[in-house]
């Protein structure tokens, strides 16, 4: 544990997953990969990204996502994020449409999602890893036990939380979550594929606020700064 940068918070909620064998194996595994000259997104020290920006008592949402994005200089370890000046992904192009006639706010020039997860906001993808311009190819190695619990540990220590769960691989992972105690939002996808099924006109973040703001533990503001370094 000592040699793992990871918020303080987190780092004791998950110290046995990083003690465990799995864990082990998929640090091989990617020390493996990078010995063979792959390039392995986002960079070593923003694996654990989203962790590190929401400790575990802040966290008030939780936007699950898939995989990194697996395109040079795109992934900093946030899903649906981009680094300044990288071009707005698809999805989150239709995340900005969708806040936009739920809130008002006109959509960003940059797909920088920083500003969210200082509020706390969790963008947790559930691989946290992959191989440039290998989609999907870090999946089945151990990320998404390891993520698993991250959402466990919001469901049981966090005492209201929201779960926005866009498309159905991220309402499978977290059907456990109890929505006696958290509210839970299902929508479709975002991608570009999906987005008219269910996701435009979900409303997802004015709900999410309403609720955070009965609960006592205020609301997110959505609107992102117009610049970021």
Excluded at 26 to 47: C, M, N, T, V
Excluded at 196 to 206: D, T, V
């Amino acid at each position: 544990m000592a040699e793992v940068k990871l918020e303080e918070s987190w780092k004791r909620v998950l110290a046995s997953e990083f003690d465990s064998a799995y864990m082990q194996e998929l640090r091989a595994f990617l020390l493996s990969e990078k010995q063979q000259g792959k390039r392995i997104f986002p960079k070593g020290a923003d694996y654990f990204r989203a962790l590190d920006l929401t400790p575990i008592d802040k966290v008030k949402v939780v936007i699950l996502g898939q995989d990194p994005y697996h395109g040079a200089g795109q992934a900093h370890g946030l899903c649906f994020s981009v680094q300044p000046g990288v071009r707005i992904p698809p999805s989150l192009v239709n995340i900005y449409k969708e806040m936009q006639s739920d809130l008002g706010i006109p959509p960003a020039r940059h797909g920088f999602l920083e500003s969210w997860a200082r509020q706390g906001v969790l963008l947790l993808n559930s691989v946290l890893t992959v191989e440039e311009a290998r989609a999907a190819s870090h999946q089945g190695r151990g990320w998404e036990r390891f993520t698993d619990q991250v959402i466990r540990a919001v469901n049981d220590q966090v005492g209201h939380c929201v779960f926005i769960l866009w498309g159905s691989y991220a309402q499978k992972k977290a059907a456990f979550v109890d929505q006696s105690r958290h509210l839970v939002l299902k929508s479709a996808h975002p991608s570009p594929l999906s987005a008219h099924n269910g996701f435009l006109g979900s409303r997802p973040f004015s709900k999410a606020n309403q609720w955070l703001e009965e609960k006592g533990r205020g609301g997110i503001n959505w609107a992102l700064p117009e610049k970021v370094d």
